[in-house]
């Protein structure tokens, strides 16, 4: 079973968490101010070294990836949106079929190395990103400075080159009116808070995503450590705020069986309308009110009723009504199997 | 099976049809201006008389009932709400067990001769209600004027003292827009058109009583001919309404759906949300879009979703919210009982 449908720690509140290693080879410009020969020394170094990493990892062209699955993997969180759309040659992804591993090649950097879990296990992800970070650095020259550390074609990323993020999903602090605070303490422990698609995006159904700020002058452990603190701080002001609106629970349960009644019923759902009763529904599955759901099937539910992973599921592309209606349908099918 | 939850001829439209008989005893003043004494006279008249009218009817004063029976009797249609909230003494209903022909003693006239149907069957209710006041003119002597005819405290009754009258549920004019040009032809055609619980109250989940206006100058066989073809109309414009909603079936779908979702999901249900909910999940039934729920089951979450006969079946008076919580359990019963 793929990571992102599993249940991980803590993951009333954490849906998932990445890794995330940007690294540049030696003696080639940044990706922005490379040559097409330049992107494509990249591609064969990367296509190259790929089989003696192990892993089962696969070299896969981004020109042989079909829009609407690269559309899948930005809905998994696998691949950035921009790389989705980017037109520049010679770009590829580096994945595994459990898909909790893959390396963006020729993405902002040359190569951005990405492992994902669900729900939150920093310790274990960051060790398994180095693990995989240093086989590839015996295999290729990494563009590295004594005094800076790994060099980024973005400042923000220089030095360890790390990025840890996790996406957590809090309605509770939303519904007592705390969340504005917690997003302010987050910001000022010096991490960034930011949509469910990453920088830029919006936040959808109560799910932000937290990740450092820092990468400079702070070791990885230091980032991890921190990453785990404030996401536990999280975790712990969003069970309060749940176990308070759990004291009026009548009202709670009301508005969750009302959200999971459309749901469950209505014959056109947007997208937008159904992340929002899919928070719903997942608090009430978290909160033990919901007893129709088990917590794989609503996150079958979060993924499959998303445009692109849902136009895979059935195999062919719709219009937005007829996704509005197979979203439906999916929905019905999912609440009912086994 | 009594008739309010039984299905009666044309019951996508007409709920049921209620023939009504007013009469008043020779020799007594009218209610208004009646004595004690001759109130007692009426009430000891008519229960004297009850054994020998047959159809197991019984005469129970309107004393010896509590005040939560006769309110399920007011949300049946089988008493008007301001006689069960009378305080004048000597009042009285006949009944039998079916509760299709109820006799209201001292309500505004001395005798006000009721039978019941669902759905509409103008004929042989008024051949019923005909047979019953035969039979009871042979066993009191009634107030009659060779040229007025029957004499009523009311004059609007005053003549046959009959009045025929239908509710109907039409959600579909009320949707297509075309609900007042209907009232207003109803109207033209010398029909009252009132809420759900007669003169001076409210519509409610798109429920309209439709009666006729004339009682003098007419024949019964006349007043039920029209009462007839004005309600052949209604079900002929509703259903035509229908129809044309229906082609645009998805949007119609999605919010019936959406109703009944919200009506067996939600934790606490206004009177008022419910029975709009029911009109919807009515609609739905009866158009074959709701698969789920019988006519008969749609008739009973109308009636035991309103506050006397949900406390009745519950066995228990309850407060506002308490109603709002049980209202949901029981159209949870109901939606799933066999």
Redesign the interface.
């Known amino acids: 079973m793929n990571w992102y449908i599993q249940n991980g720690k803590e993951s009333d509140v954490v849906l998932s968490t990445r890794v995330r290693l940007s690294r540049n080879l030696k003696g080639i410009p940044f990706k922005t101010r490379c040559t097409k020969e330049e992107l494509k020394k990249v591609f064969d170094t990367l296509k190259e070294v790929t089989p003696l990493l192990g892993y089962n990892l696969k070299f896969i062209a981004m020109e042989d990836i079909d829009n609407l699955t690269k559309q899948t993997l930005v809905e998994k969180h696998i691949i950035s949106p921009d790389f989705a759309k980017t037109k520049v040659p010679y770009t590829a992804i580096i994945i595994n079929d459990e898909e909790n591993i893959c390396i963006m090649v020729n993405e902002e950097d040359h190569i951005k190395l990405q492992v994902f879990t669900s729900g939150l296990d920093v310790d274990n992800l960051l060790n398994l990103a180095i693990e995989i970070d240093e086989k590839l650095e015996k295999l290729v020259d990494y563009s590295y400075h004594e005094k800076y550390g790994y060099l980024t074609a973005c400042p923000t990323n220089v030095g360890t080159g790390l990025k840890i993020s996790a996406l957590v999903h809090i309605p509770g602090l939303e519904m007592t009116g705390n969340l504005n605070k917690m997003l302010n303490i987050v910001n000022n422990l010096g991490m960034n808070v930011r949509g469910v698609y990453g920088e830029g995006s919006k936040a959808e159904g109560d799910i932000y995503q937290i990740a450092n700020n820092q990468t400079l002058g702070i070791t990885e452990k230091e980032i991890a450590k921190n990453l785990n603190l404030i996401s536990q701080k999280i975790i712990e002001q969003e069970r309060i705020a749940r176990k308070y609106l759990a004291k009026n629970s009548?009202?709670l349960?009301?508005k969750i069986?009302?959200d999971?009644?459309?749901?469950?019923?209505?014959?056109?759902l947007s997208e937008e309308e159904t992340i929002d009763l899919l928070s719903s529904v997942k608090l009430g599955t978290d909160l033990g009110i919901i007893k129709e759901l088990t917590d794989k099937k609503v996150a079958e539910l979060i993924l499959y009723t998303k445009p692109a992973n849902m136009q895979k599921r059935i195999g062919k592309e719709l219009s937005v009504i007829e996704q509005e209606?197979s979203r439906c349908e999916i929905i019905k099918q999912i609440v009912k199997e086994d």
């Open positions: 009548l009202k349960e009301d069986y009302r999971y009644g459309i749901l469950v019923n209505a014959r056109r209606i």
